[in-house]
Every structure is written in C-alpha cells, then in structure tokens.
C-alpha cells in the first residue's frame, strides 16, 4: 500500500478493526503524524539502487526510527529517479518504522500517469495537474526532521540479520557482538543465532541456496529489464534454485514481450506466474529447512520465506542476480562488470 507515496499520496496498511470503522463511517481515528524529510542528493554509483538507497535509509534510522513518522522523500537523487524507483522506496518506508513515505508530485509523476486507463483526458487532464500540484510541500515548509544523506556515501547493501535494519554494504563484515554495547550484543546474539553466521566474516562469499527476484518492492519491468541486461549470458550457479516472479500481470505480460522471460529461463531461472510468490512463501513457493536465500523483497523476518527456519538476506534484484550466479553473496559489480545504472 505504501508504494503508492511515490504519486504523492499519503497511502498506509490498516488492520481489520479500521477497516470496520472505514465501512462504517468512512473515517478513521489516529494521530497526528511528525514529519521527517529524508533528502539525498547526488548522483548514485554504477551498481547501486534504489533499493540499496532505502536500505541504507532503514538502516541508519532503525526500523523503529520512523514510528510516529511519515517520512518525505526529496533531494536531487529523487528528482532524478524514475516513478519505480520511487515505488521502491516508499514501498519499504514501512518497514523503517514509518507510517507511510512519499515523494511530491512532479513532472515525472504526471508523464507517468498522462493516457494511462482511468487517467483524467482533456481539460479535465489539465485541472488535475493544478490540483496534483498543490498537494506538493511548501517551499518554506518546516519540519520536524531533517536528514540529509550524500548519493555518493551509498553502497550495494544488503542485510546479514532478522530486521530490515540489519544492513550492512557488501564490502563489510557481519558484526561481531563482542564488538557492540550491551543492548546491541543482544540483538545481535539472537541475529546471528538465527541466521548461523559467523561473526566479522565478510557477508561477501556467504552460500546461498535460492535467489528470489520479484515482489511488490522489485517486481517492476525496470528490475526485470535491468537484472535480464546483465545476467544475459550467464548461467544459475549448480545447486541454487533460482525464482523470478513478475509483480503484476502487466508486468508478466511485457517481460514475455521483450524476451526478459527467455532470458532469466535460459539462464536457470524458474519463470513464474506473477505474484507474492517467495516474498511471503505463498503457495509452494518456500523455504525449506535452514535454506538461505538472496531475495529482493522487504522484509527478512524469522520464518518470513515459510520455513520456521529458514534465512533470508535481502539486496537490490542485480544483487540477486549475481548471488543466483556466484552461488553465494556477491558484489553485482564484479559480478556483471557494473560500469553504468539503465535502471533501478
């Protein structure tokens, strides 16, 4: 749901009990939102995302760091992102605590949405760009925080714990608890205890037994467009079991268009119907045992691919890619020879 603040909604999950309030009178009780303007400027290194730019978010605020928050995305590296991109980052606003994140509306937006069904015709079309417009933050807004955050400071990350703000870049090592204060060693006890790694290993190198590309945060046709380019050629690592799962018909449907199906097919990937699929272990679609999977979706909870046991490490889509190839966690870079972003 939170995927939608990057058309400059203010869009969140709600539970059954509100759902029930709607219903009844299409309102809905809660309180006052703080602000928070997260704004990142520069321009990203070749072989970083915007999925490695809401990692790297949600790990240096926390995963609870947003509660009470909604966060507004804004800075020249979010001018210059593609509406994906955006959906991207505000799709995973919510697991950095927030409740909800959004970009303002602009020029991009509405080209996004100009002659798309259901999209405004005519004058019509013109009048919902004055109004869109105008829900887009004063000029000498204030806010409640700011965080300021350079493109250039990003890395490819990736998680090595429980919680999406067990990040690290690919180029660290996995924490070492005896190196933490009291309440982190704990944490981090329980992380590793689960995950079975060993700490201050480097995360690169790391086996993986499944590589997971899809989900609602990087199911889109520029992850596909963007993972295909690069995994063209190559061939799943022997033992992976590779998944790519378009995250809408649409999707689906201009992937087999393009030949991006072939490719992921013609390199070991198993091209699946669209869906959550892995993401929340829908249907057959799971782990079993202790398997450890390189994913693309949003959220690496205990059990959260379907075995009570199983591991998860999320990362960017060409981050899947290269681990699905390598066989183990790697630098996409290396990997694919990163020299450029087409996509994100």
């Known amino acids: 749901t939170a995927t939608h603040g990057a058309f400059g909604a203010i869009a969140f999950g709600i539970g059954t009990t509100q759902v029930r309030d709607v219903l009844a009178t299409q309102t809905m009780a809660m309180e006052s939102l703080k602000v928070r303007k997260i704004e990142v400027n520069g321009k990203l290194r070749p072989g970083v995302y915007a999925k490695d730019v809401t990692l790297h978010i949600i790990r240096m605020l926390g995963a609870k760091g947003g509660i009470g928050y909604a966060y507004e995305y804004s800075g020249t590296t979010f001018e210059h992102f593609s509406m994906e991109e955006r959906m991207t980052v505000c799709n995973m606003a919510i697991e950095g605590g927030a409740r909800c994140g959004y970009v303002n509306p602009d020029e991009t937006t509405f080209e996004f949405l100009k ?23 004063d000029p000498d807004a204030e806010f409640d925080d700011i965080i300021r955050i350079d493109a250039e400071d990003i890395e490819p990350t990736v998680t090595w714990g429980i919680s999406p703000d067990h990040g690290i870049s690919i180029g660290e090592s996995i924490p070492d608890p005896a190196a933490a204060d009291a309440d982190e060693k704990a944490v981090i006890e329980e992380a590793l205890a689960y995950m079975k790694l060993p700490a201050g290993t480097p995360i690169k190198g790391i086996p993986i037994d499944v590589a997971f590309i899809g989900s609602c945060t990087n199911g889109r046709l520029s992850d596909f467009r963007e993972a295909a380019k690069l995994l063209k050629g190559h061939k799943v690592a022997d033992g992976v079991k590779a998944i790519a799962v378009p995250g809408s018909q649409i999707t689906a449907i201009q992937c087999e268009k393009e030949g991006i199906a072939k490719i992921f097919q013609d390199a070991g990937f198993e091209w699946r119907a669209a869906g959550c699929s892995m993401c929340l272990a829908m249907n057959p679609d799971k782990l079993v045992g202790d398997q450890i999977c390189a994913s693309s979706s949003n959220r690496n909870f205990k059990g959260r691919q379907g075995s009570p046991i199983g591991r998860t490490i999320l990362m960017s889509p060409i981050m899947v890619a290269a681990a699905a190839v390598e066989g183990h966690i790697a630098d996409a870079r290396e990997t694919f020879n990163v020299t450029d972003n087409s996509a994100a």
Do not use: D, H, L, V
């Open 115 to 137: 002659n798309r069904p259901y999209s405004p015709t005519g004058e019509e079309w013109e009048q919902s760009i004055e109004e869109w417009k105008s829900f887009a933050t």
